[in-house]
């Protein structure tokens, strides 16, 4: 069964920067869409789309608050997708979650996904 292992988070100040990784396995990589969602803390949040990648790295898009900050890419040759966090504002913090899908259809949709990882805790401190 496939699985997804995020790593990479951390507490930090504004303005510093994280890389988050997420470890596909048991699965075949190379044929899935990746993306980043977040969630901030506190009752009633759900899950929102920050990045995703295509299948072969050229395709990408971001959530708009994200733009020239964050960095989504790709190394099929180690099954893993990353995030560059750049700039980190307080308001990025939040759960970070991986998530794989087949096709690039409806990709900021949570509710589209079958696979998640467990998330990584990125906070970041004013």
């Known amino acids: 069964q496939m699985q997804l292992v995020e790593s990479g988070g951390g507490t930090v100040s504004a303005g510093d920067s994280l890389r988050l990784s997420c470890l596909m396995s048991?699965?075949?990589?190379?044929?899935?869409?990746m993306t980043w969602f977040r969630q901030a803390p506190g009752p009633g949040t759900v899950r929102h789309f920050v990045?995703?990648?295509?299948?072969?790295?050229?395709?990408?898009d971001y959530l708009d608050s994200v733009k020239g900050r964050f960095t989504i890419s790709r190394d099929n040759t180690k099954d893993t997708v990353y995030l560059e966090l750049n700039n980190l504002k307080p308001e990025d913090t939040a759960v970070y979650y991986c998530a794989a899908k087949s096709q690039w259809m409806r990709v900021k949709q949570p509710n589209e996904y079958s696979y998640w990882g467990r998330g990584t805790q990125v906070t970041v401190s004013s």
């Open positions: 990045a995703g990648i295509g299948r072969g790295g050229t395709i990408k």
């Open positions: 048991g699965g075949n990589f190379n044929e899935h869409i």
